[in-house]
């Protein structure tokens, strides 16, 4: 018996939900605020925090990011490993900026009996393709706010706080090139 996709999708799911990370019944803001960086679409490959960046491992999670509309991004995680491709999950992401830093509203689609909440997350560009992606974590606030505008005003009221509660999720290379010959 295969057990490569129950083993990525535990792995992904455990990470998502293990962390400390800050989740939210609402956005920063609304998906119709700001229009979507095209520079952001394509084929990535994820490592954790810990890894190097190296192409050729036998295990590999990739990220597919793709336009929705002009404001949203979807969001594919896929497990490969041999021959075996595993679809691991679906999310929908938006952008929002606070003092012209742009943050990612994060929404898991696909899990079935659960109620979704948005996570939060930024990135740096480490290098021409790659980035290090960051996720906000639960010392921001245990408040959960009712309204986008609430927690917009919240986290610009304590934007140090916001800055100093992000903590590296892991790193994505574009694979584009590689993946899709």
């Known amino acids: 018996m295969n057990r490569l996709p129950l083993i990525c999708t535990f792995i992904v799911l455990f ?14 803001s609304e998906p119709s605020k700001f229009t979507i960086d095209r520079n952001l679409i394509g084929h990535w490959k994820y490592y954790d925090a810990n890894d ?7 295990e590999n999670t990739f990220i597919t990011i793709i336009p ?26 938006h952008n929002s900026f606070i003092n ?3 943050f990612f509203n994060v929404l898991v689609l ?5 109620n979704s909440s948005w ?14 992606v960051y996720y906000l974590t639960d010392s921001i606030t245990d408040k959960k706010f009712d309204s986008s505008r ?31 010959k």
Not at 119 to 132: E, G, K, Q
């Open 119 to 132: 996570t939060f997350f930024r990135y740096d560009i480490a290098a021409p393709d790659s980035l290090i």
């Open 68 to 93: 929705f509309n002009e404001h949203e991004y979807l969001l594919r995680t896929l497990c490969l490993k041999d021959s075996s491709i595993e679809d691991l999950m679906l999310l929908k992401m």
């Open 150 to 180: 609430k927690l917009y005003k919240y986290l610009k009221t304590n934007f140090d706080l916001l800055n100093r509660s992000f903590v590296e999720y892991g790193k994505l290379k574009r694979v584009d090139n590689i993946l899709f």
């Open 52 to 58: 190097s960046i190296d192409i050729d491992t036998n």
């Open 110 to 114: 696909d899990l079935p009996d659960t």
């Open 15 to 28: 990470f998502q939900y293990s962390c400390n990370l800050y989740e939210s019944p609402v956005p920063i």
């Open 100 to 102: 012209k830093r742009e």
